[in-house]
Nanobody
Framework: QVQLVESGGGLVQTGGSLRLQCAAS????????MGWFRQAPGKEREFVAA????????YYADSVKGRFTISRDNAKNTVLLQMNSLKPEDTAVYYC????????????????????WGQGTQVTVSS
């Protein structure tokens, strides 16, 4: 059972930056593909970014491409989401997700493809 703990959320002005961190309890972290999702009030959970188990592949939603960067440190069992040039529409609860992956470079984009979820961290961007 993988436990995921997100941190780094908060309140920031438009154009500001935040860095989210997800810490995983699993010792075989390097066999897990990871993703970030977000959910705004009254909306469905949506994909933000994903990284393969090896860290060699990443993928972003069009809405965050060029502004957000996902990365992972398998030695520290962490995945990061660097968020720059934040906009009010980025306001949401951000969730870290994990799933085992037999393919080191495969990425997953759908919430149903992930087995483990963190508790979420609130990101609020003021205009």
């Amino acid at each position: 059972q993988v436990q995921l703990v997100e941190s780094g959320g908060g309140l920031v002005q438009t154009g500001g930056s935040l860095r989210l961190q997800c810490a995983a309890s699993e010792r075989t972290f390097n066999t897990y593909a990871m993703g970030w999702f977000r959910q705004a009030p009254g909306k469905e959970r949506e994909f933000v970014a994903a990284v393969s188990a090896s860290g060699g592949r990443t993928y972003y939603a069009d809405s965050v491409k060029g502004r957000f960067t996902i990365s992972r440190d398998n030695a520290k069992n962490t995945v990061l989401l660097q968020m720059n040039s934040l906009k009010p529409e980025d306001t949401a609860v951000y969730y870290c997700a994990a799933r085992t992956s037999s393919f080191s470079n495969r990425i997953y984009l759908l919430p149903v493809e992930y087995n483990y979820w963190g508790q979420g961290t609130q990101v609020t961007v003021s205009s």
